[in-house]
């Protein structure tokens, strides 16, 4: 039932100010905007980080820290915990040794949310498996991967809006991935 995530989001009374926050911890911009709504594509597979406006946020979502914590995989646990407080982040919880090589941290972002950061060696051995995989297919067939090299994020073009059929119904579609 449950495959992965699509799409974390993080609400923000301050949305602009959330964009230019996000954009530095990541060192990019998001690939999309729309009045009300940025999304980022993050990491190793693109999971995407969407930022909602909280005029937008259900009536009984907390305005506060609150709710279930999504951890990110950092390479530097320590490091990435330094530099989210020297931001402006403040501790939620301090890093925290869960067994062998695993390591949580969270803090909570200038707008309220809580962001988690840890190590996991099975993170990185799915990454591992999955880039042999790719490789494998690559040698045989010429398919390349999904999956950008590592520390590379996968670039936008910056493309008008269009619309596409999907199950039978027409939708909007963003930037095309090139």
Not at 41 to 48: A, I, N, S, T
Not at 92 to 102: L, S
Not at 158 to 170: A, Y
Request: hydrophobic fraction near 35%; charged fraction near 25%.
């Amino acid at each position: 039932m449950l495959r992965g995530f699509a799409t974390i989001s993080f609400y923000a009374a301050e949305l602009e100010a959330a964009q230019r926050w996000y954009a530095d911890l990541l060192g990019f911009e998001p690939y999309f905007v729309v009045p009300g709504y940025i999304e980022f594509r993050v990491g190793d597979y693109q999971h995407e980080l969407g930022i909602i406006d909280r005029r937008y946020a259900p009536p009984s979502t907390a305005t506060g820290p609150a709710g279930e914590i999504a951890y990110w995989h950092v390479d530097d646990l320590h490091d990435s915990f330094e530099r989210l407080q020297s931001m402006g982040a403040t501790v939620y919880d301090t890093p925290r040794e869960r067994g062998e090589g695993f390591v949580t941290a969270s803090v909570v972002d200038p707008f309220g949310n809580i962001l988690g950061i840890m190590t996991n060696p099975h993170y990185l051995e799915v990454l591992a498996a999955d880039r042999a995989a790719q490789r494998h297919a690559h040698r045989l067939f010429g398919v390349r991967g999904h999956l950008p090299e590592p520390g590379r994020q996968r670039q936008y073009a910056d493309r008008p809006r269009g619309t596409d059929r999907h199950r039978g119904r027409t939708r909007e579609v963003g930037p095309v991935m090139v």
